[in-house]
Each structure stands twice: as C-alpha cells, then as structure tokens.
C-alpha cells in the first residue's frame, strides 16, 4: 500500500473519530444541562474567548461577539481556545435551498476577514429568512489572531491554508514550501495533512455539514477568487473575479479542485481595515444573491464521506493565498 493511500486512509478515520466525539459531546451536553454544570462552563469559556476577540480587535467590540451567539463547538486551538460557530438553521414552513459554511480567519494576522464576519453575523442575526442553512466560523485562527503581535500561522507555526489534504499531499507540499518559497515560515504545511487541531475540526465539520458552498474570507489582494464548479460571481461589492488558482494543502485545492465543492474566496483590500459599512453590505447583498442564483439553477456537487480526502492529481496553477 503507498504511502498516499496510507495517510489518505489516516485523515478519512481522524475525520470520523472527530464527528463522534462531536456526538458525543453533544449528548453529554443535552444530558448535563438540567444540572447547568456544563452549560455554566460552556458560557464561561465563550465569554473569556469573547473578551479576548473584542479586546484584540478595533472593529468588533466584546459585545459584538457576545451578541453575535457564536458559541463553542467543542473543538479548541493548539492553545486550547474554543473554535466558535453560529448556525442558522432552516426555519418553519420553509426549506432552504442550500447550505452555506462561512469561515473567517483562516490566517490569525488578517484582522479585517474577521471582523467583516462578525459583521455579517449582525446582518444574518437581524434578517435570517430561512433561505439558506448557514453556519458561521468567524475565527478558525484563534492563536493567530490573539497573540500580542499576531501572526498567520497557528501556534505550531503551521500555515492552515496549506494544511488540508490532497492524494499527492507530502510530495507537492514539500516542493512548494522548500522550492518555491524556500521554507518561508508563513508558508509552512505542517508535518502532514490535518496535522493541525483547527484544519482537522473545519474538515470534520465540513463532513458533518456537507455545505453546497464554502465561502471564505481573506485579505488583502481585493478579489474574488473562486475554486470548484462553475459559475463564479463575477463581483462582490467593489471586487471582482480574478482566479488565482491554489496551492497544495489550500482550502481551495482540497474542497474546490479535488472534492467538486464550490469555494468562494473573499479577499479584502485591507488585512488591518474594514471596508466602509457601504462597502461591507454591498459585498454581502451581492453574495447572496449569487447564491440564491447558483444554488437555484446550478447542480449541487455530489461527493461522499471518504471522497474527503480523495481525488486526482492537483490541476490548479499557482496562485496568491
């Protein structure tokens, strides 16, 4: 058996023993709560994370992110900070058309593609119609983001977005980090494909979800990027397409190229300063509309549990993020 095959195999049983200890915490929770124990705890550690978030960022107060009602999964960081989600789920009498996964902060020094997903989350907090099931990551870097002088990688230096898997994972990564970037520490994969606490509970969730869509929030390149299944859109508020391709252990490769899983790239202009409110809005009305349009009219992909990890050779040119 070859040794891709063999972590391909690794990554497909650390996914499912991470989406039953999923279920189990979750039953553990549903069990303890009539004692308040657990939920006391729970609420404990969203408020700590809370206050570090709001007191980190200029644009996102701690009672944004308390009011925002994002709340532990019970995944945690290198260092152990919740990794927090809010879910919006279908409403009565109607059926959603799609499911959205949402993710902020995949690199801890992009200060902007956090607090535009705190504000989108007061916008989806005020109006969610049902539409769509949306779940919202609005950190996925906690490390990163809160050390005191933040950083892109996590806290084993590990480069997330180029942590995720692909069949040729160890070969390709290993020539882009060495040959291409000459170990540029920003860049680094990790040891091997979810190697890293963050990446691995992203790709669990997105096996317990299966969005038909996954947006993605970066900065500072001013673009939309676009990995997966056509068609893209072609503008977000001010920004507008430009396909940078991917690079090997990236979101986009993974879940875009080998999975058939459309990945929208939102890439802000400023990693250190929001847009202007009219700006931010704008670039969430046009998203939404390109969803309710592509999620309409386009099929939605067709994957299964272990094509997680599987598909051909990576096609993608080389790109930005």
């Known amino acids: 058996m070859g040794l891709g095959l063999i972590c391909q195999n690794s990554d497909v049983i650390k996914l499912r023993a991470l989406a039953v200890a999923a279920t189990l915490l979750a039953g553990l929770a549903h069990q303890a709560s009539a004692s308040g124990f657990l939920t006391s705890a729970v609420e404990g550690t969203r408020v700590l994370t809370c206050q570090r978030i709001g007191t980190k960022l200029g644009s996102v107060r701690i009672e944004d992110c308390l009011t925002s009602g994002a709340r532990p999964t019970g995944g945690l960081s290198v260092e152990g900070t919740p990794l927090l989600m809010r879910e919006y789920p279908p409403v009565a009498g109607r059926r959603p058309i799609g499911r959205v996964l949402l993710v902020g902060g995949i690199h801890g020094d992009e200060y902007s593609a956090v607090s535009i997903v705190f504000k989108w989350m007061e916008i989806l907090g005020e109006y969610h119609s049902g539409i769509f099931h949306w779940r919202v990551v609005p950190l996925l870097n906690p ?15 590990v480069d997330l977005n180029r942590n995720f898997p692909s069949p040729d994972w160890h070969a390709a990564t290993e020539d882009y980090w060495v040959r291409q970037t000459s170990r540029n520490p920003r860049r680094y994969p990790g040891t091997g494909p979810l190697s890293e606490p963050e990446s691995l509970w992203l790709a669990a969730e997105i096996a317990r979800f299966r969005p038909d869509v996954v947006v993605s929030v970066h900065a500072p390149h001013s ?9 893209p859109p072609q503008r977000l508020g001010s920004l507008s397409l430009r396909m940078l391709g991917t690079y090997p252990g990236s979101l986009g490769r993974w879940a875009g190229v ?4 459309p990945v929208v790239t939102i890439e802000l202009p400023s990693a250190g300063s929001m847009p202007a409110a009219t700006e931010q809005r704008t670039i969430w009305v046009d998203l939404v509309s390109w969803l309710k349009e592509r999620l309409t009219e386009q099929p939605r992909p067709e994957w299964t549990f272990d094509a997680i990890t599987a598909g051909g050779s990576a096609g993608a040119g080389a790109g930005s993020r």
């Open 143 to 157: 490390d990163g983001l809160l050390r005191s002088r933040a950083q892109r990688v996590n806290a084993h230096g």
């Open 223 to 231: 673009v939309v990027d676009y990995d997966g299944p056509p068609e």
């Open 258 to 261: 080998h999975m058939g899983l």
